[in-house]
């Protein structure tokens, strides 16, 4: 079942478990990936949409310990609903006194790119783990309750806008759906 991107963004931030990458995943620049020139059209876009969706759960779970909803890396790696989304779920936190702690892991994968001949639009999927990204109340530190955590499906759409690939939506599906 798929979520709204403000109720998925709330819900990622504690169960998705892909802030950022894993630890093999490379803090890549989306814009630099735009411009290497051994690369071809597809396979910049590719790189660049990538590492945003990275830069996204990095800097969502950066931004999830304190929370902050005004971290600009936030809007570095998203925009549209995706940034909405995010920014909802952190001001929504910060309301009721939760932090996140801990980081989710991605291995994001293309599952389309248009147009073909000059990339502006790439469709990801992943599996995200959010079995060690956990939600706490700030002024304790104890676990929040029902903070189910585990693997599931999440697809989003990254666009290049301007120069810099950003994340515009992301849809998470229940965990164990992937």
């Known amino acids: 079942m798929t979520c709204s991107a403000a109720v998925l963004t709330a819900s990622v931030l504690a169960l998705v478990g892909v802030a950022g990458c894993s630890s093999d995943m490379p803090d ?10 051994s690369l071809t059209a597809r396979a ?12 996204l759960w990095q800097a969502m779970a950066k931004a999830g310990q304190v929370p902050d909803p ?6 570095r790696y998203a925009g549209g609903d995706a940034l909405r989304g ?8 910060r309301e009721t006194g939760v932090v996140t702690r801990g980081a989710p892991v991605t291995k994001p994968r293309v599952h389309s790119v248009s147009p073909p001949d000059h990339p ?14 956990t939600k706490h109340m700030k002024s304790t530190g104890e676990l929040v309750p029902d903070d189910p ?10 666009k290049l806008v301007g120069n810099t690939w950003k994340v515009t939506t992301l849809d998470a599906e229940e965990i164990g759906s992937c």
């Open 70 to 75: 005004d971290d600009p890396q936030l809007r």
């Open 28 to 37: 890549t620049d989306p814009q630099v990936a735009m411009t290497t020139p």
């Open 44 to 55: 910049a876009a590719e790189a660049g949409a990538i590492a945003a969706y990275n830069g």
């Open 120 to 133: 502006n639009k790439v469709d990801l999927v992943d599996c995200g783990d959010s079995s060690h990204w």
């Open 149 to 158: 955590r585990g693997r599931r499906r999440i697809t989003a759409v990254v």
């Open 86 to 93: 995010v920014i909802g779920a952190l001001v929504t936190y």
